[in-house]
């Protein structure tokens, strides 16, 4: 029996192993390309570096929701980087039965039923391990994101049961060895999957109104959103995945008119119990999600290089075509369904989402952040092979043009996201990275995927941005404008503070051997002359330093160190 804490938690490993393995090889052959060659820039201080800072230029806010976890279980560290949301979200959710406490673990876990570890299951749905995570987030004074399953099935009891019984369903691939007869549905080839099972081995249908009751049921218990209850609603999990993850009950890919359907049906159910909670979707896996409506490029039409299914509606992407339906369905029901435009986010070059630690994933790591906003960079994955313009990912821009033109008023989530080397110096710089990104490029919630241990470096990032001093002294909640004359070799992010007004300077270095000595050039902020420097590097990976620097000409001169973040924190005169 899988411990309580760790049940619903989808292992890391088996997720990193299982989103590679969609990404390198579900495209087809057709789609494969040639891994490149990694290496880092040339000579990253060969030139300077210039930064400039403008207080008065491309001012906007920062939502603090885009320091998101899911599952964060450590509540002195959720406390310490004052946690903002907090996520009940992955495969297993898809499959959770509120009412019994059970769900079923898909492919990641051989489609086994499995109950949690519950002392009193008579006294189910209160005391479930939903009602726990609320519980434990309002401790950790975080807001609760939950996933709605939308999938239609959900576990029928508290029994251990697996959809490919290998009595039933013959030999197969892989068992589990604790109950050798529950099969991973595959074939013994390896390959083909095994079709025409029963999905009541496992489960029971449901429909809109099991969430509206758990609704009803979690409203009663924590009240509103406008009164602290669940503020974050998700239309399911990964829904373009379904055929592969939950094959067993959902065989064939899902269609855009099921899922826009769908959404349509549970959202509502939301809204209806909870006016003011928000709710999310459709919560695609990945950057193709918003291409297509499923991971199917069997469907391709081989002429024209598009989806057949897109071709039937309207011939837009899904993305834009979601939010044009959506649309459509607030004028319908007098009220919007969907608050946030949602979708996952995974790099997909070879092994950057994984702790390898080789020098060409190092680099690459780095780079890719690129795909979260740049439109000049083309990613270094088969996603070149898609051809002009979906060579270049440029997510965020995306989500926020199909925003603008189909259903302006929606805001921007990415709920998973997770670039791997979290246990290194290099992976805590990509995290810095992307936090900076987020804030700089207006998203509205994001969620990082998977970190546990709060010692890593992956935390210190967040703890620049959340509590760079131990004494709760965070990143701005206004961006404004930060430019370096290179991103990638001195990446910066600048902010002003609401509370006390001071600017606050974040500056990445990703050279892994050279220090890059230049000077932040400071506009339109009237500077008392000193500021607070806090620095942690890869020479010491458990502690940020506090150093003192002064403003000199309105500008800060510093010599930053090889992978190293840096904040500095300017007092206003």
Not at 392 to 421: C, D, F, S
Request: glycine share 6%.
């Amino acid at each position: 029996m899988l411990s309580r804490k760790n049940t619903l938690v989808i292992l890391l490993m088996v997720v990193s192993l299982y989103i590679l393995d969609i990404a390198v090889y579900a495209p087809g052959s057709n789609l494969r390309a040639t891994p490149s060659v990694l290496k880092y820039p040339d000579d990253l201080t060969s030139s300077m570096v210039t930064l400039e800072v403008d207080a008065k230029s491309n001012t906007h806010p920062i939502s603090q929701y885009i320091y998101g976890m899911s599952f964060l279980n450590d509540i002195n560290f959720a406390k310490e980087i004052n946690l903002p949301v907090d996520r009940f979200g992955g495969n297993a959710v898809t499959r959770y039965n509120w009412k019994n406490d059970a769900s079923n673990r898909a492919s990641d876990w051989f489609f086994e039923n499995l109950p949690e570890d519950n002392p009193n299951p008579e006294n189910l749905p209160d005391g479930s391990i939903s009602d726990l995570f609320i519980e434990k987030d309002k401790l950790m004074g975080a807001r609760t994101m939950l996933t709605i399953p939308l999938i239609g099935w959900t576990p029928k009891d508290r029994e251990r049961r697996c959809g490919f019984s290998v009595k039933k369903y013959g030999p197969q691939q892989q068992t589990d060895q604790l109950m050798p007869d529950c099969g991973n549905g595959k074939k013994t080839d390896g390959t083909t999957l095994i079709t025409g099972n029963d999905p009541t081995d496992t489960s029971v249908k449901i429909n809109s109104t099991f969430t509206k009751e758990w609704l009803q049921h979690l409203t009663k218990k924590y009240g509103t959103a406008d009164q602290g209850g669940v503020l974050f609603y998700e239309m399911d999990n990964e829904y373009d995945l379904w055929h592969r993850t939950h094959h067993d009950i959902h065989p064939e890919p899902a269609t855009t008119d099921e899922i826009v359907k769908l959404t349509e049906e549970y959202a509502l159910a939301v809204k209806e119990v909870d006016p003011s909670a928000l709710t999310l979707g459709p919560v695609g896996w990945g950057y193709l999600s918003f291409l297509r409506s499923v991971l199917v490029f069997s469907a391709l039409d081989s002429a024209s290089g598009t989806n057949k299914d897109r071709s039937s509606h309207d011939n837009l992407d899904f993305g834009p075509y979601y939010l044009k339906a959506m649309k459509q369905l607030e004028s319908k029901h007098s009220k919007r369904l969907l608050d946030y435009l949602d979708f996952h986010m995974y790099p997909q070059p070879a092994n950057v989402f994984s702790d390898n630690t080789e020098t060409e994933v190092l680099a690459v790591r780095l780079r890719s952040t690129q795909g979260l906003w740049n439109p000049d960079y083309i990613d270094e994955s088969w996603v070149r092979n898609l051809g002009e313009p979906n060579n270049r990912v440029q997510l965020i821009p995306r989500m926020k043009k199909a925003i603008q033109t189909y259903y302006p008023g929606t805001k921007i989530a990415i709920t998973e996201y997770n670039w791997g080397g979290l246990k290194v110096m290099n992976g805590a710089l990509a995290q810095a990275d992307i936090l900076g990104i987020l804030g700089r490029e207006s998203v509205d919630v994001a969620i990082l995927w998977g970190p546990e241990n709060s010692t890593e470096p992956w935390a210190y990032a967040f703890r620049m941005y959340r509590n760079y001093d131990g004494k709760g002294s965070q990143f701005g909640s206004t961006s404004v404008s930060a430019k370096s004359s290179d991103e990638q070799k001195l990446a910066i992010y600048a902010s002003i503070r609401s509370s006390d007004k001071k600017l606050t300077v974040i500056a990445i270095n990703k050279d892994p051997i050279n220090e890059i000595d230049t000077k932040i050039e400071i506009k339109n902020f009237p500077s008392s002359g000193n500021t607070k420097i806090y620095t942690y590097s890869q020479y010491n990976l458990t502690k940020i330093v506090e150093s003192i620097g002064i403003v000199v000409n309105n500008a800060i001169e510093h010599k930053f160190p090889p992978y190293s973040i840096t904040l500095f924190e300017v007092a206003r005169k």
